[in-house]
């Protein structure tokens, strides 16, 4: 494909989710550290609500991995399943044997149980639901009764629901308002703003670099901006956009990639906007700030850096 022909050891616009390759744009920042601070205080019910493609999944795995060291962690990606189903999920999740015949009050007892001894132990238990907007209505109630698993200082399992707007509306319904008032903290996660789409593309491709010497700035700058106005800044299509923009300039045997690609890869993508505005390509091309520039060297320098500095 085009790795060699951009001197890059793997594909940077995967639309898998990979923490490797996060971009902490303001959004996302903000959804994460309102998670960080809600979880590190105790809370017992988090929501996150974003659009469709705007990096939900990535954002849960990127709280996971920040939390390895301090949570006891279990993530379900699909929660379309019934209340038995969840429990289940739960317990694989978290290695905690489950005995046959399953039997719901023994499960919720030994949940208990299990959750009290991490309790005693110093530890908290974090469980995460992606998609959580495909919880059905009679396994909600499910959630409310783990939410009751607490002592008298501390809720023993603390949990992130993540979903796209759809949630909200589930959540509204009458019969299970009673979840609703358990969420203490809530956050949106929308589209990256414009003005970050450059520094974005240039941050995977020095993520994906063989090494500190491979270019990032293969994108033109009005060509950065076309992407940001046809994917409306939603990062998978960015990622899909930018990925069939790296093709045809492989294709056409040139080092950067150009409005014209950019169009091109439009055309074939479903889900961008339609065709550009005729004025967009009067105004001024973006340029990269010194601070952005220098996050992606701080990016691409070795690995001997302090972890603080990685972070940064």
Not at 8 to 31: K, M
Not at 98 to 105: I, K, L
Not at 252 to 269: G, R, Y
């Amino acid at each position: 494909m085009y790795l060699g022909h951009f001197s890059l050891r793997e594909p940077p616009f995967s639309i898998t989710p990979d923490t490797d390759f996060y971009y902490p744009h303001e959004g996302v920042q903000a959804s994460l550290n309102m998670l960080l601070v809600a979880l590190r205080s105790g809370e017992g019910f988090v929501k996150v609500v974003g659009e469709l493609g705007c990096g939900k999944t990535v954002l849960c795995r990127q709280l996971l991995k920040t939390l390895q060291d301090e949570f006891v962690t279990a993530y379900i990606p699909n929660p379309d399943m019934g209340p038995d189903d969840l429990l289940l999920a739960l317990a694989e999740e978290l290695n905690l044997p489950v005995e046959q015949p399953f039997n719901r009050h023994h499960m919720m007892t030994a949940l208990a149980a299990f959750l009290v001894g991490h309790a005693r132990a110093g530890r908290r238990v974090l469980v995460c639901i992606d998609e959580a907007q495909a919880i059905p209505v009679r396994t909600v109630e499910s959630l409310r009764l783990l939410s009751n698993l607490e002592t008298e200082k501390q809720k023993l399992l603390q949990m992130v629901l993540l979903g796209q707007p759809d949630l909200d509306d589930k959540l509204s319904r009458p019969e299970i308002r009673q979840l609703l008032q358990r969420i203490t903290f809530s956050e949106y996660l929308g589209p990256m703003q414009a003005r970050r789409v450059p520094v974005y593309l240039a941050h995977r491709l020095a993520t994906a670099a063989i090494s500190a010497d491979t270019p990032v700035d293969v994108f033109m700058p009005r060509a950065a901006m076309a992407i940001a106005h046809y994917s409306g800044g939603v990062p998978r299509l960015i990622n899909v956009l930018a990925h069939k923009c790296l093709m045809l300039a492989y294709g056409e045997d040139v080092s950067q990639v150009s409005v014209a690609h950019v169009h091109l890869a439009a055309k074939d993508t479903p889900g961008v906007m339609a065709r550009a505005p005729w004025w967009l390509w009067l105004r001024p091309a973006w340029r990269m700030s010194n601070q952005d520039r220098q996050a992606i060297a701080r990016r691409r320098a070795p690995a001997e850096l302090a972890p603080e500095q990685e972070t940064a």
